[in-house]
């Protein structure tokens, strides 16, 4: 088959645009075009009144050789690439011993489908609960302000990604594919088949709860073992070399194979891995308020008469500024016709998230405005940064009144340096609820000037994203991990810690559901390799 890429329509393109678009391109008769399916469909929307949809096709034809010979000069066409996944490696007959995956998230979780698709029965061990009794427990926070530190937006089955927009697309450079594979299980677990072919495909928080428990089951049918609540409190060392792991009800489970995918705020078990003497340093990571205005403005100032269409659907945006103090500001998980999340896992603390549901039809965007920060920051030992976190959500928990509220303030007042007294246009979509208050005590001053700066900046390019009434929520701290657990280039194991498998956003490799999810693949295959005795390609 035959790959052609920027292939542009107008908006409103007729069922046959296409055919005819590939008629041309190859310069072919009807009679020569076999077949074609759309790989991937974006929109170009540059030119307000004039947004154009982006395909990249996948088309099969009579001599194809002969069109390629062709039009060799063509740098639009190729030959369709081969996504397929191969396995590594299979188990034997009789297994030694069994790995053990830690933590249950994306990374977690296809660590333990690959694992278990090829054989090698996982023992899953996830500190949380089933996801639908997470999501009672979740709801427990969001409704009620009871916040249960082993089952919330953090902790539990799916991971942090299960209580977001569900976005599925990354940066990260992906030769083999195995994004590919992400999105096929994921489809074959439920998700809209349109995430296979969407420039920006996403899922939404319901259905990803149904999808995780549909993956959790494959795992298990295919020998896996799963267990909730079983939070790990120690991992044996012995001569540099995992042996096993223990639970905090005492029960050692052997191993010489573990996979770490605890996420990012598993921070005693940061702590028990620094204790172990594993390898840990410090990393950048960023730190700021949600932004909320209402979607219409957003759609409007991104898709001008198109906006409501429902090909483009709900509008995002990604904004970026550089300070004048040195500082990034940027836009962070933005979130279309979503809400504002209580994301706190720990006691006496407030952070905030954002999420969407599938149709992004509520009437708020949200985003988090975040400013870059560096270990120069918090200096300390590599776990500084979790306590430079801390501190920043015991403040958030402060100001928003002690009950898991969290402190806001309207953006027109934030930029004047004055507290804020009523809500306006924009209703805040954080529960348990929103406290007005002045936020320049939230954050350390640097984040609240680069903030001040960066606004008016934005709104040079979203008109109306400095308005008066839209509304900034404390506090968004875990943007990503504060540490990463180095590892092997070519193996995947610890620096200094053999059979040790950091992976995913907790070691600092991955961030978001779908590069975490890769991330878990290639670890699971480094596992696989290594337990049949053989060396990573």
């Known amino acids: 088959m035959l790959r052609l890429t920027e292939i542009k329509l107008p908006l409103d393109h007729s069922e046959s645009a296409l055919k005819a678009a590939i008629l041309e391109r190859l310069a072919i008769a009807e009679d020569d075009l076999v077949a074609w399916t759309v790989a991937r469909r974006g929109f170009d929307a540059r030119k307000r009144g004039a947004i154009a949809l982006v395909y990249s096709l996948d088309v099969e034809a009579r001599n194809e050789k002969a069109i390629l010979k062709r039009l060799k000069g063509d740098k639009h066409l190729a030959p369709t690439p081969d996504t397929s996944y191969r396995f590594v490696a299979q188990a034997p007959a009789e297994l030694n011993s069994r790995p053990v995956v830690i933590g249950m998230g994306p990374a977690g979780l296809f660590a333990a489908l690959i694992l278990a698709q090829s054989g090698f029965r996982p023992i899953v061990l996830e500190r949380g609960k089933a996801v639908r009794e997470r999501t009672k427990d979740t709801f427990g926070l969001w409704r009620q302000g009871k916040l249960d530190p082993e089952s919330n937006v953090q902790f539990g089955e799916g991971g942090a990604g299960t209580f977001s927009d569900g976005k599925l697309h990354s940066q990260i450079k992906d030769p083999l594919h195995h994004g590919r594979k992400v999105l096929t299980e994921f489809v074959k677990a439920g998700a809209p088949p349109e995430i296979l072919y969407v420039s920006k495909p996403h899922i939404g928080t319901f259905r990803l709860v149904s999808m995780v428990e549909k993956m959790r089951a494959t795992i298990q049918e295919l020998g896996g073992e799963i267990r909730f609540q079983s939070r790990v409190e120690d991992i044996e060392i012995e001569d540099g070399q995992v042996r096993g792991v223990v639970l905090a009800d005492g029960e050692r489970i052997a191993s010489d194979h573990v996979v770490l995918a605890v996420g990012h705020s598993a921070r005693d078990t940061f702590r028990m891995l620094y204790r172990r003497g594993v390898y840990i340093e410090a990393k950048p990571f960023s730190i700021g308020f949600r932004i909320e205005h209402p979607q219409a403005l957003i759609d409007s100032c991104r898709f ?80 500084a940064g979790m306590e430079f976190q801390r501190q920043w959500e015991a403040r958030a928990f402060e100001l928003g009144g002690r009950d898991y509220c969290a ?81 092997n280039n070519d193996d995947f194991q610890s620096l200094n810690t053999r059979g040790l498998y950091p992976a995913g956003e907790g070691a600092g490799y991955a961030g978001g559901i779908l590069s975490a999810a890769v991330d878990g693949i290639k670890v699971a295959e480094a596992v696989a390799l290594s337990m049949v005795g053989q060396a990573a390609p």
């Open 304 to 383: 001008g008469s198109d906006a409501g269409n429902p090909v483009l659907g709900a509008a995002d945006y990604k904004l970026v500024h550089h300070c004048k103090n040195g500082r990034s500001v940027y836009s962070f998980c933005m979130c279309p016709g979503g809400q504002v999340v209580a994301a706190a896992s720990e006691e006496g603390g407030v952070v905030t998230n954002g999420m969407s549901q599938y149709s992004r039809s509520e009437r708020n965007a949200n985003s988090g405005i975040v400013v870059g920060i560096t270990p120069e920051d918090y200096p300390g030992n590599p776990l």
């Open 407 to 487: 402190p806001g303030q309207l953006v027109g007042d934030f930029l004047a340096g004055r507290p804020s007294t009523a809500f306006g246009a924009v209703q805040p979509s954080y529960t348990p609820g929103v406290h007005l208050c002045d936020l320049s005590s939230a954050l350390p001053d640097y984040v609240i000037a680069a903030m001040r700066e960066a606004i008016p900046a934005f709104d040079k390019q979203i008109r109306g994203f400095a308005m008066h009434d839209a509304v900034l929520t404390g506090v968004e701290t875990r943007t990503s991990s504060p540490i990463r657990i180095k590892r």
